[in-house]
């Protein structure tokens, strides 16, 4: 069934469109939590509760791209969840690496909200994305969106442990300047 299809469900406040999302994008969000949670039933509980967010926010949204939707609300749901499991103790995995890994980058002595406002940030960090070539940018989201392991983003892209990590470490470091050029403080 084509998005279009599926959002016209929710519109019409058809269950189908639980069973309709769960068919098309359960793998796709289940991999997003899961990269982010490293637990099966963390992971499939936030896929739930994306469908049930999908079902509560369409309407009044009608997005364009569904599976950009529903992946922002199952990343949400499952960094909420992190935050939550960390605030007990629980903790490691890829998440805690990739935004060690940015810090650098982005971090500084102040929050970023005292530096820039939030979605000022993701706009500049966007803009700096599509500079990218499209491998580049590719692996770079892998990673800082959906959590991918190094091992994992070499498989899928058929390259080295090691040349995914030097692209990482790159982009990073172009990233940083990029951001620095524009009067923010890393």
């Known amino acids: 069934m084509e998005d279009l299809e599926i959002v016209e469900l929710y519109w019409n406040r058809d269950e189908a469109a639980l069973k309709e999302t769960a068919d ?109 070539k499209e491998e580049e940018r590719k692996v770079f989201v892998c990673r800082y969106w959906y959590f991918e392991s190094i091992a994992d983003i070499a498989l899928r892209f058929t390259y080295t442990p090691s040349k995914v990590k030097m692209m990482l470490k790159r982009t990073r470091d172009r990233l940083k300047d990029y951001l620095e050029r524009r009067g923010v403080l890393v």
Not at 84 to 104: P, Q
Request: some cysteine.
């Open 24 to 132: 098309k994008y359960g793998n796709y969000c289940y991999s997003i939590a899961f990269n982010i949670l490293c637990n099966n039933e963390d992971a499939q509980e936030c896929v739930n509760d994306t469908y049930l967010g999908a079902w509560n926010a369409i309407p009044p949204h009608h997005p364009a791209v569904l599976s950009t939707f529903l992946g922002k609300i199952t990343r949400r749901l499952s960094l909420n969840r992190r935050r939550s499991d960390n605030a007990k103790k629980r903790g490691g995995g890829e998440i805690t690496l990739s935004f060690d890994e940015l810090e650098e980058c982005i971090a500084s002595g102040k929050t970023i909200d005292e530096e820039l406002a939030e979605q000022e940030l993701a706009d500049m960090i966007s803009e700096f994305l599509s500079t990218l």
